[in-house]
């Protein structure tokens, strides 16, 4: 029986790659995208790697919900996230919903409605902020100095805490620059 797998931001360098690799006869695969994304990239997505992508605010708990029972998803990706590079202060609110409100509406649906949905989370290497050691691992400290990194570690931990409270199947990856 094929699974379903949402992947959150599918259109992205990461959700692009996972999208291409997806074994099709195993998954049915759904992209969802922000409601203003051009509509020439859905089509080529859709047509190119067999996904149906959702345009909707993920911000909303509400339409988050209607879509995820529209879809009853056995895992659920989130590569979406926002920063700014040049400008990292420009907009922390938008930083922030983005980066938090989103992963959280989607840990708070899996809390209520089905604790056997695996969540990936993409977290970021930002969250350790600027090391002083030539090396991180798993044992550094986090510190991160960014907007994008906070939210990220903000996600990161309430995931954790989501994953030992409500005994879910949930994980955060974190990232490094992947170019």
């Not at 790659?17 to 997806?22: C, P």
């Not at 047509?47 to 056995?74: G, H, R, W």
């Not at 977290?123 to 002083?132: A, D, F, I, K, V």
Request: charged share 20%.
């Amino acid at each position: 029986m094929k699974k379903n797998i949402v992947i959150l931001g599918p259109l992205g360098q990461d959700g692009k790659l996972l999208s291409s690799i997806l074994d099709k006869d195993n998954y049915n695969v759904f992209g969802v995208c922000k409601e203003n994304t051009n509509s020439e990239r859905i089509k080529f997505h859709e047509e190119n790697f067999n996904t149906k992508i959702f345009c909707i605010d993920l911000v909303s708990y509400e339409k988050t919900k209607e879509l995820l029972d529209s879809i009853s998803p056995d895992i659920i990706v989130n590569f979406c996230g926002i920063t700014n590079v040049f400008n990292p202060w420009e907009d922390t609110d938008l930083t922030f919903k983005q980066n938090c409100t989103i992963p959280l509406n989607i840990m708070e649906y899996i809390s209520k409605n089905n604790k056997d949905i695996f969540f990936f989370q993409s977290s970021s290497s930002l969250m350790y902020g600027r090391s002083e050691k030539n090396h991180i691992n798993h044992l550094s400290n986090f510190s991160p100095i960014y907007p994008y990194g906070i939210t990220k570690l903000y996600t990161h931990n309430f995931l954790n805490e989501y994953r030992k409270n409500f005994n879910m199947k949930c994980s955060s990856g974190i990232f490094f620059n992947h170019e």
